[in-house]
């Protein structure tokens, strides 16, 4: 029995959800992916991993549905911060909490692995709030899917377009009404791998465990990202994403999965009921949706199942009405992948053979900030590590009051 090839094997993991005889197990490659093996011993041929691989056989939701297009945020001030976007993920999330159902999406272990899990508490819902620029491992959260709606739970899952496609292909069946889906748009996964080393590096350089990852901080804004790493001995790391190794790296497309580099799914055919993504290049028409850096989704709803989703959400956000072009012209994940770097194969052997201090330096260098962003260099630079407990800050933070507080803190 064959599988697709490995440069298209996206690591959806339906084949091992479907296997009746638990015949395939995952391997891990020298960039850290992980791949699918078929044990042949244990293997009855019965055909059904390859014909639930949906990078073999593309099963497309063949609705036609004329697309609707939201640039929207949540109204709740706390939830949009903390989302990436807008925070729309946890407005829906949070509506199929309240119907008493499950939500799924990618969330950390113990040891800050990238997996996905299943919630059933909206006190939970923090744990798949905001995006983690690393494969997530999808485990057996498909059966988990099936059992669910099998109950007669009201499901949401959320992942990439390829984990939203394996799903689909794996259950053989859109379960509308019951099952409803979110998907990214998606530049591509990095590897766990360099993720593990990056972690590795810093837990090094500050002399203490990761306890909390960020890959998409707001506070300096969210056209510039940051990424911040709260450590256990209490010390916050703080670097924008123009300093950050990791963004930049994961921006250069140095450890992307190799199949992202030929995706499916860059594209505005989507699988999901709902798309999400940054809007970026996003027009503001009036004082009521000006844009004020605090985070904005594109909402693109995919399929009526969709949008009985948003109509139900909507309630929880401020949205407005914009097209398709203008959601694809900011975004270029909505319309092509992105190849690899030039150097990807060099940086590679590099990783494998030199420290992991000489492969930053020679790859995931810092950037000076556009000539075009020049006017936020202050509040860009601004964003430094930090040495203050997190309990303290949390609680000065209420007691002064966000404005005194941030005062305060320029002053030091
Ligand atoms: C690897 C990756 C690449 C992306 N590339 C782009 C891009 O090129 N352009 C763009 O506009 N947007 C991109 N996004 C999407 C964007 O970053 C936001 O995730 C999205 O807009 C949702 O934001 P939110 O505010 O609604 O919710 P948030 O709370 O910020 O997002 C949470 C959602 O993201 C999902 N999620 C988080 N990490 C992962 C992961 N590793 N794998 C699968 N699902 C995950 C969660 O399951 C949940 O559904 C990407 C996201 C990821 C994870
Ligand atoms: S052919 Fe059937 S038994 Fe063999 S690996 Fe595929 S699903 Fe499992
Ligand atoms: S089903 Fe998914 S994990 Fe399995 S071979 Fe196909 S793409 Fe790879
Ligand atoms: S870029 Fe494509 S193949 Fe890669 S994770 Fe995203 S959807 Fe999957």
New binding site residues.
């Given amino acids: 029995m064959e599988l697709c090839k490995k440069s298209e094997c996206t690591g959806c993991m339906a084949c091992i959800n479907i296997c009746p005889r638990k015949a395939i197990v995952l391997q891990q490659d020298e960039e850290g992916f992980l791949y699918p093996i078929i044990l042949k011993d244990n293997c009855i041929k019965c055909g059904a991993c390859a014909k639930v691989c949906p990078q073999m056989n593309s099963k497309r939701s063949e609705e036609n549905y004329d697309k609707k297009v939201y640039a929207g945020w949540m109204k709740n001030r706390r939830l949009r911060r903390r989302?990436?976007?807008?925070?729309?993920?946890?407005a829906f999330a949070k509506e199929i909490m309240s119907n008493n159902g499950v939500v799924?999406?990618?969330g950390f272990d113990k040891d800050n692995k990238?997996i996905?899990k299943r919630i059933t508490k909206k006190s939970e819902l923090k744990q798949?709030?905001?995006?983690?620029?690393?494969?997530?491992y999808i485990g057996n959260t498909f059966s988990q899917v099936k059992d669910d709606i099998l109950n007669g739970m009201p499901v949401l899952f959320?992942?990439?377009p390829c984990?939203i496609d394996g799903l689909y292909s794996y259950l053989g069946n859109r379960y509308e009404k019951q099952l409803f889906t979110?998907d990214?748009?998606?530049?591509?996964?990095?590897s766990p791998e360099i993720y593990s080393k990056y972690l590795e590096y810093l837990e090094k350089q500050y002399k203490s465990k990761v306890n909390k990852m960020y890959f998409?901080d707001k506070e300096p804004g969210w056209y510039v990202f940051g990424m911040r790493v709260e450590f256990q001995n209490g010390f916050v790391y703080k670097k924008n994403t123009y300093e950050d190794p990791f963004a930049r790296g994961f921006l250069r497309n140095l450890f992307l999965r190799p199949s992202c580099h030929s995706c499916h799914y860059a594209n505005n055919q989507r699988i999901a009921d709902v798309t999400?993504?940054?809007f970026?290049g996003y027009q503001s028409t009036n004082e009521k949706d000006y844009d004020d850096d605090k985070?904005i989704?594109?909402i693109m709803i995919n399929s009526s199942n969709g949008d009985v989703l948003f109509q139900q959400a909507k309630h929880q956000m401020r949205y407005f009405a914009r097209d398709v072009e203008q959601a694809v012209q900011g975004?270029?994940?909505l319309s092509h992948c992105f190849p690899p770097a030039e150097n990807r194969e060099q940086f590679w052997l590099d990783v494998h053979s030199n420290s992991f201090e000489y492969v930053i330096e020679k790859y995931m260098y810092s950037e000076e900030i556009p000539e075009w962003f020049k006017f936020r260099e202050q509040q860009i630079k601004s964003y430094k590590n930090d040495r203050r407990k997190h309990l303290p800050n949390r609680v000065f933070r209420r007691v002064l009051g966000n404005k005194l507080y941030e005062k305060l803190k320029k002053i030091k």
């Fill in positions: 989302s990436t976007s807008g925070g729309a993920f946890t799924y999406g990618a990238v996905h798949l709030r905001g995006s983690k620029y690393v494969q997530s959320s992942g990439t984990q979110i990214l748009v998606c530049h591509g996964v990095p998409r999400l993504a940054d970026w985070g989704s594109m975004n270029p994940a």
